[in-house]
């Protein structure tokens, strides 16, 4: 079983990535996208997005990370993918799954679903540009509206060369409200030789085993779970959820991240971000995020997670 940290835009960027990377339990991660539109990136945007790839693309931890791109222009996007491979990326990750809406407008992520030529055309350009001891591999929702050309669209992107496939058992249209539908998930893992990774609504490590039973997935990839349970990996694979202490001192150790990084003013709201996270898996934290919501430095917004601690251990 591998267990892997999904992008999510916005939220795993590099510190937070590195931070669950430590705290253990993830085989791989895959960086937030990166959106390509009219160039190929100068190096210094690669290096912004996935710092990692000065450490062979691993974290310091020693985690490997991807680098995910997002596009529709398949030559643009194959130009990128060769030079994040020439920059050390550990493989390319396509996005064709992403939900927001001004992302879909520009023919970007999951409406890219309703035209099955085009992701053959991006994975085939992509995978002709990358060498091929490289994986290419691509993260797709069942479909935009509905999921009738889920099974398609899988496998043009196999025929095209993808080397692994994860899919959220959601369409676009369903965005991110429950349930994911696993067991639509098993008819594609099920025709396709390669291999096929579920994603979607894993919060817990029953959930983890429902999803792996009814998709026929052995590998997971979640994302929104690893927030809420900082050790979401860990659990899985067999130990207890990690006590509110143990969140609070990763919480300090997040804020130092952000220091060293010269994002000061970027920490504020990512942590009360991964606050709303925490509240579901944690009442401790909504007790935390009540009393930081009007903060906006960072220092003091670390003396609360601090103060929380402290009252803990003593």
């Not at 020693?62 to 194959?78: K, S, T």
């Not at 202490?245 to 130092?256: A, F, G, R």
């Not at 971000?273 to 906006?296: M, V």
Request: with cysteine; net charge negative; hydrophobic share 40%.
């Amino acid at each position: 079983m591998k267990l892997i940290l999904a992008p999510m835009e916005g939220v795993l960027d590099p510190p937070l990535r590195d931070l669950l990377g430590k705290i253990g339990g993830w085989d791989m991660a895959i960086t937030e996208f990166i959106r390509v539109s009219t160039t190929v990136f100068p190096d210094h945007v690669f290096y912004r997005f996935c710092p990692e790839l000065h450490n062979n693309s691993k974290t310091l931890s020693g985690m490997p990370v991807r680098i995910q791109l997002l596009g529709n222009d398949p030559e643009l996007v194959a130009l990128n993918a060769q030079r994040a491979v020439e920059l050390g990326s550990f493989g390319i990750d396509l996005n064709f799954g992403c939900p927001a809406k001004t992302v879909n407008r520009s023919m970007g992520g999951a409406i890219l679903l309703k035209d099955t030529q085009i992701l053959y055309d991006i994975v085939k350009a992509v995978r002709d540009a990358v060498p091929d001891h490289l994986p290419v591999t691509a993260k797709m929702r069942l479909g935009y509206e509905d999921d009738c050309k889920a099974m398609d669209n899988a496998v043009a992107m196999y025929e095209a060369g993808a080397s692994e496939l994860a899919i959220h058992a959601r369409t676009k249209t369903d965005g991110y409200r429950p349930p994911a539908y696993w067991k639509k998930i098993k008819p594609i893992a099920d025709a396709l030789p390669i291999n096929v990774i579920a994603n979607g609504e894993i919060w817990t490590k029953e959930q983890a085993q429902q999803c792996q039973i009814e998709s026929g997935c052995e590998d997971i990839m979640m994302g929104r779970g690893a927030l809420a349970v900082p050790n979401l990996a860990k659990v899985i694979l067999g130990e207890d959820k990690m006590p509110w202490n143990e969140v609070l001192k990763w919480l300090v150790e997040y804020s130092q991240y952000e220091v060293s990084l010269e994002l000061v003013s970027y920490y504020p709201n990512r942590l009360k971000q991964w606050l709303t996270f925490l509240k579901l898996a944690y009442p401790e934290a909504q007790i935390l995020f009540d009393q930081i919501k009007r903060e906006k430095s960072r220092e003091s917004i670390t003396n609360f997670v601090r103060e929380n601690l402290e009252k803990i251990d003593n």
